[in-house]
């Protein structure tokens, strides 16, 4: 499966990027496939890593935020691996890049 995440601390100041890179920085130690954009954090295993993996992120940002948002979105497609960078290179191969 692959997770489209968000974590968002609220009420924790101006700027969000210092518990927010603390929650990348988990995503990247986990030796999943992820990837990390503007708006959302990219990862892909099993259900039970994956999620496992997104509640260590918003606890870890609930160390320095008293509310946090959360927002996901799940492909969820059993016995298929590979597909974060597959999906997104079936269209660039279209696009010619």
Same mark, same amino acid.
């Given at each position: 499966m692959? &997770? &489209?995440f968000? #974590?968002?601390?609220? %009420?924790? /100041?101006?700027? +969000?990027?210092?518990?927010?890179?603390?929650? +990348?920085?988990?995503v990247? &130690?986990? %030796?999943?496939?992820?990837?990390?954009?503007?708006?959302?954090?990219?990862?892909? /295993?099993?259900? @039970? =890593? *994956?999620?496992?993996? #997104? $509640?260590?992120? +918003?606890? $870890?940002?609930? =160390?320095? &935020?008293?509310? *946090?948002?959360?927002?996901? $979105? #799940? @492909?969820?497609?059993?016995? *298929?691996? /590979?597909?974060?960078?597959? $999906? +997104?290179?079936?269209?660039?191969?279209?696009? %010619?890049?």
């Amino acid at each position: 499966m692959i &997770a &489209a995440f968000s #974590i968002t601390p609220l %009420g924790s /100041g101006d700027s +969000v990027a210092g518990p927010v890179a603390e929650a +990348v920085r988990l995503v990247r &130690a986990s %030796g999943l496939p992820n990837e990390t954009n503007a708006m959302f954090t990219n990862v892909e /295993g099993d259900w @039970d =890593e *994956v999620m496992e993996l #997104i $509640k260590a992120c +918003v606890d $870890k940002v609930s =160390e320095e &935020a008293r509310r *946090v948002s959360v927002v996901i $979105k #799940i @492909d969820h497609r059993p016995g *298929v691996s /590979g597909a974060l960078r597959q $999906k +997104v290179a079936a269209v660039e191969s279209r696009l %010619g890049g």
